[in-house]
């Protein structure tokens, strides 16, 4: 299964009292270069999540949000300031005897009023269970972006597979035209020799000699068959699918390098135009192949 090496993906789940969401995004890149935001306070998950983005990707750069709603799970204890409630205690009863014409008396209610009567306390969060579910969520994240990406890998596959049978298509036409070009080499050379001679004899010995020193020169036989080869290689390898991106974006500059030696060789108008054509569809198998992971 061949997979692009942009998407999107996207998860989210109820864990502890916890809800998590994580999403991924990704461009391409030579290698795999993954970048994690999450809240400052869960740092300690991050090595969690980029070994999960590792263990489903192998190329792109991968852009990974977390987020974490912890209200749910959140435990306080709550407890009484004895040396601060007594203090506002104390200082009321002095108040009261102060002032003997107020009606107020020293209440609770008074009491609970003051500041830093009681002191609440957060529970700490147990930080290897939410960095487990952390794992967990980024896990199912990776696999609806895989999902995504494969979608893609199969529409990317089909154009690739198309474009190679139209290469092969292009090839087939060199290796057609080109013994032509040769004969055609011949006719011309024989009309000059005889244009210059008028009615001498012509050494078709010479002419045959010219015609194969000629054919030897523009002879693509050797790049066709290895242009052939390289186009068969590409197929297979796009067909199992995988991580190929580099292996294919190897056979590219092979099948150019072929390519550009068979436009050198040309002296024909009818082939430079094929071997333009050809190259032409190289580039953009080529701007394909930069998608593919």
Do not use: W
Not at 121 to 138: F, M, Q, Y
Not at 263 to 276: M, R
């Amino acid at each position: 299964m061949l997979r692009s090496m942009t998407g999107y993906g996207r998860a989210e789940a109820s864990l502890h009292q916890r809800t998590i969401v994580v999403e991924l995004r990704s461009v391409n890149n030579r290698y795999l270069d993954c970048n994690v935001r999450l809240p400052r306070v869960y740092a300690c998950a991050e090595e969690a999540v980029v070994s999960a983005v590792k263990a489903g990707v192998s190329r792109g750069k991968v852009d990974v949000s977390v987020t974490v709603d912890s209200s749910g799970a959140d435990a306080v204890t709550v407890t009484l300031n004895r040396p601060v409630a007594l203090g506002y205690y104390r200082a009321l009863c002095e108040l009261r005897e102060l002032i003997p014409d107020c009606a107020d008396d020293v209440s609770l209610s008074h009491l609970s009023r003051f500041p830093d009567v009681f002191q609440v306390e957060k529970t700490p969060e147990n930080l290897e269970e939410l960095t487990e579910d952390i794992r967990t969520v980024t896990q199912m994240a990776v696999e609806d972006y895989n999902a995504m990406r494969a979608r893609e890998g199969e529409r990317l596959a089909e154009d690739l597979l198309g474009r190679l049978d139209t290469l092969e298509a292009y090839t087939g036409q060199v290796e057609a035209r080109s013994p032509e070009t040769v004969a055609a080499y011949r006719q011309r050379l024989t009309e000059r020799i005889r244009e210059v001679l008028e009615d001498k004899q012509i050494d078709e010995s010479r002419i045959l000699t010219e015609a194969a020193i000629f054919a030897d020169k523009v002879a693509v036989a050797e790049e066709t068959v290895r242009l052939r080869s390289h186009i068969g290689q590409f197929r297979d390898m796009v067909r199992q699918g995988g991580v190929i991106g580099r292996k294919l974006d190897f056979l590219i500059q092979e099948m150019n390098r072929e390519t550009n030696t068979t436009g050198s060789k040309c002296n024909d108008l009818a082939l430079s135009t094929i071997v333009v054509d050809m190259k032409a569809e190289l580039e953009k198998i080529r701007e394909q192949v930069q998608n593919v992971e």
